[in-house]
């Protein structure tokens, strides 16, 4: 049975699946996008996804492409054809095809929406057994990494750095010396104290859906937060660090920029939390939650 994609009301061949040389995606970035993780069945913060989509979108004046409803709909049946419940979703809306201009265009074809689902691995990862390297390099982004744009060409280069070096993620740091979150996750330490720290979310940063989640549930088990910024040199002395994202889950990472963290092996805190966020999805914790704005 070949793979699946979805392209602007139909289910194509994944091989066949694309939009026109004259997307406003692929010739200006003027776009946003979600990933979604399906475990067990059960789609991840699926809420907060669609709330941020929505104010992603609304960021850039759009609306949503279809209902609500509709998209929920659209993913379901593509996890049914692609036969997954164990995959990550990809959603992305972009303001569609049109003469290339940078206003937005007065006639336009209106949004183009793709839906991508492939099968996620998630247990049983390596990197969750020994943890991962991540290394240092400038945010070299624009100054609304809170929208979830398709521009994430400086999100590329530093994971090519990342990848270059040996490591799995690059954490971002700002001309004052204090890490902003990673290429794709935010970032998290853990003091000799115990307490859980990550950046404020202003318009900085993404403000992850699975970091408002495990904000949840660090309360839940009277885990002490400081939501505050700090050095790559504080992040050297961490007892644990990790990172959270919708693809990473709660990664523990042992090594950055070359030292070793803790005693070089994924925190207890770190695998705490990522047993509990997995029970979490699961539907063992309560109920998802909404994107806090
Ligand atoms: N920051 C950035 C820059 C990201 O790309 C992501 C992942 N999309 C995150 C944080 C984590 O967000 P989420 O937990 O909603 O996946």
């Not at 050297?236 to 990664?251: G, Q």
Request: glycine fraction near 6%; proline fraction near 4%; hydrophobic fraction near 40%.
């Amino acid at each position: 049975m070949p793979r699946s994609s979805y392209v602007n009301g139909a289910y194509i061949p994944h091989k066949d699946a694309s939009v026109h040389i004259e997307d406003r995606g692929y010739q200006l970035a003027d776009g946003v996008y979600e990933v979604i993780a399906c475990i067990h069945g059960h789609l991840a913060d699926e809420r907060g996804h669609l709330d941020r989509l929505q104010r992603s979108l609304s960021e850039l004046d759009m609306n949503m492409p279809v209902q609500r409803n509709s998209l929920q709909f659209i993913m379901r049946e593509l996890l049914r054809r692609n036969r997954l419940s164990n995959a990550n979703i990809y959603i992305q809306v972009t303001r569609g095809e049109a003469k290339r201009d940078f206003p937005y265009p007065a006639n336009s074809m209106g949004p183009s929406l793709v839906i991508t689902t492939w099968p996620f691995q998630f247990d049983n990862q390596s990197k969750m057994e020994e943890g991962v390297k991540v290394v240092t390099v400038p945010d070299q982004r624009w100054k609304r990494p809170d929208i979830k744009t398709i521009a994430l060409l400086p999100q590329v280069l530093a994971k090519q750095k990342a990848v270059e070096q040996g490591a799995y993620e690059a954490w971002m740091v700002d001309n004052e010396d204090f890490v902003t979150e990673g290429a794709s996750s935010n970032a998290w330490i853990v003091t000799r104290a115990g307490t859980l720290v990550t950046r404020k979310a202003t318009t900085d940063i993404l403000r992850g859906v699975t970091r408002t989640a495990i904000d949840k549930i660090r309360k839940d088990l009277q885990i002490e937060m400081e939501e505050r910024s700090f050095t790559p040199a504080e992040s050297y002395e961490a007892v644990e660090a990790f990172s959270t994202s919708a693809v990473a889950l709660v990664t523990p990472i042992i090594d950055i920029d070359g030292h070793k963290i803790g005693s070089g092996k994924p925190g207890e805190v770190t695998m705490r939390l990522y047993d509990e966020y997995i029970s979490y999805v699961n539907g063992l914790r309560g109920e998802q939650l909404g994107w806090a704005a």
